[in-house]
């Protein structure tokens, strides 16, 4: 083989090592590359991966189970059971709140015992017989006003007599000192007047027994109920007939039922969300409501104390539309804070 030839393959064997490893050097540079690549798709993953599972665990925390336990008044049951619905559709679903209506009276003998329910609404203060009894079992009872109710005195719709009383006259019917209509103004019908109520369990009865009545005897024929469907029945069946309750039993069967305009001094005052008020032209037959809190239960058991916070939060938007005048800003927003210091 020429000397030519020999040089001309020496040279291209050295171009062909040196292009082979180049292209080695290459590939390791891309491996090198895909690994890292690969590493920190896989660190970002497992990041996003924690970060999810942090996020899933915080709403966990977040959903309560268990059952929130409520008895008591009758007036406030609207209220309570508005809340306890929305609560349980949009709040914690999970979480089952029931709402009886025993009336205020049977809902504290339910309330003040061991393991009693959870909360007590009440159309009147805590008596002080039943405060001492909580202190005998040693349960923190904390009030929470939730609304403002308008006594309403009703009578049948065919009534176009009675539209109109004072505050006198209303005693008088209650009292038995009028038994006939014609015995308040002769152009009214010669016809017995026929008395309803609602019956001892409830605080509207005690409230118009102590506050209006001054704890005068209600005339003995008055028919007194446990229901208040039943006493709407009741007076939209008679035309002799007139009876109390709260407004929002009033505001929701108005086609059965008429409100009597009250005179208390200075011109007639018919019921209404405007008008029932502490300081407002109805103030002589309004009265707070209430729910009562077994503070220890809110301690034990999240659920209770979850609901007691969003019964504060939510009690003004759901007032109007179940017959309640809401409270005053001020006050909810302290009910709140006190709420909020259990924890």
Same mark, same amino acid.
């Given at each position: 083989?020429?000397?030519?030839k020999?040089?001309l393959?020496?040279?291209?064997?050295v171009?062909?090592i040196g292009?082979l490893a180049?292209?080695?050097?290459?590939?390791?540079e891309?491996t090198?590359n895909?690994?890292e690549?690969?590493?920190?798709e896989?660190?970002?993953?497992?990041?996003e991966?924690?970060?999810t599972?942090?996020?899933?665990e915080?709403?966990?925390?977040d959903e309560? /189970?268990?059952?929130v =336990?409520?008895d $008591?008044s009758?007036? @406030?049951?609207?209220l309570?059971?508005?809340? #306890? +619905? &929305?609560y349980?559709l949009?709040?914690?679903?999970?979480?089952?709140?029931?709402?009886?209506?025993?009336?205020?009276?049977?809902?504290?003998?339910?309330?003040?015992?061991?393991?009693g329910?959870?909360?007590n609404?009440a159309?009147?203060?805590?008596?002080d017989?039943?405060?001492a009894?909580?202190?005998e079992?040693g349960?923190?009872?904390? /009030?929470?006003k939730? =609304?403002l109710? $308008?006594?309403?005195? @009703?009578?049948?719709?065919e009534?176009?007599? #009675? +539209? &109109?009383?004072?505050?006198e006259?209303?005693e008088?019917?209650?009292l038995?000192?009028v038994?006939?209509?014609?015995?308040?103004?002769s152009?009214?019908?010669?016809e017995?007047?026929?008395t309803?109520g609602?019956?001892?369990?409830?605080?509207?009865?005690?409230?118009f027994?102590?506050e209006?009545?001054e704890?005068q005897d209600?005339v003995d024929t008055?028919d007194?109920?446990?229901?208040?469907?039943?006493? @709407?029945?009741?007076v939209?069946?008679?035309?002799?007939?007139?009876?109390?309750?709260?407004?929002?039993?009033?505001d929701?069967?108005?086609d059965q039922?008429?409100?009597?305009?009250?005179?208390f001094?200075?011109?007639a005052?018919?019921?209404?969300l405007e008008?029932?008020g502490?300081e407002?032209?109805?103030?002589?037959y309004?009265r707070?409501?209430f729910t009562?809190l077994?503070?220890?239960?809110?301690?034990?058991k999240?659920?209770v104390?979850?609901?007691?916070?969003?019964?504060?939060?939510?009690?003004?938007?759901?007032?109007?539309e179940?017959?309640?005048?809401?409270?005053?800003?001020d006050?909810q927003?302290?009910?709140?804070?006190?709420?909020?210091?259990i924890q």
């Amino acid at each position: 083989m020429s000397k030519f030839k020999i040089m001309l393959l020496a040279l291209i064997a050295v171009l062909t090592i040196g292009l082979l490893a180049a292209c080695g050097s290459d590939s390791e540079e891309e491996t090198d590359n895909g690994e890292e690549a690969n590493a920190s798709e896989t660190d970002d993953g497992a990041e996003e991966t924690e970060d999810t599972s942090n996020e899933e665990e915080t709403e966990a925390s977040d959903e309560l /189970e268990g059952t929130v =336990a409520i008895d $008591g008044s009758g007036t @406030v049951y609207p209220l309570m059971s508005r809340l #306890a +619905e &929305e609560y349980m559709l949009n709040e914690q679903p999970n979480v089952s709140v029931e709402v009886g209506r025993a009336g205020s009276s049977a809902g504290f003998e339910k309330f003040l015992v061991e393991d009693g329910t959870d909360f007590n609404d009440a159309s009147r203060p805590i008596k002080d017989e039943e405060q001492a009894k909580a202190d005998e079992l040693g349960m923190e009872v904390m /009030e929470i006003k939730v =609304a403002l109710d $308008g006594l309403t005195i @009703v009578v049948n719709p065919e009534n176009d007599w #009675a +539209e &109109e009383l004072t505050a006198e006259q209303i005693e008088d019917i209650f009292l038995g000192n009028v038994t006939k209509w014609s015995e308040i103004d002769s152009s009214w019908p010669d016809e017995e007047i026929q008395t309803y109520g609602p019956n001892e369990n409830h605080g509207t009865y005690e409230f118009f027994y102590e506050e209006i009545l001054e704890e005068q005897d209600l005339v003995d024929t008055i028919d007194l109920q446990q229901e208040y469907s039943t006493l @709407v029945t009741l007076v939209s069946e008679d035309k002799n007939a007139i009876g109390y309750f709260g407004f929002g039993y009033y505001d929701n069967n108005q086609d059965q039922v008429k409100a009597v305009g009250i005179d208390f001094g200075d011109g007639a005052v018919v019921p209404s969300l405007e008008t029932i008020g502490e300081e407002g032209p109805y103030a002589d037959y309004t009265r707070p409501v209430f729910t009562y809190l077994n503070v220890d239960h809110a301690k034990e058991k999240p659920e209770v104390y979850d609901y007691a916070e969003y019964v504060v939060e939510s009690i003004n938007d759901f007032a109007g539309e179940t017959g309640f005048a809401p409270i005053p800003d001020d006050e909810q927003q302290a009910l709140l804070e006190d709420v909020q210091a259990i924890q």
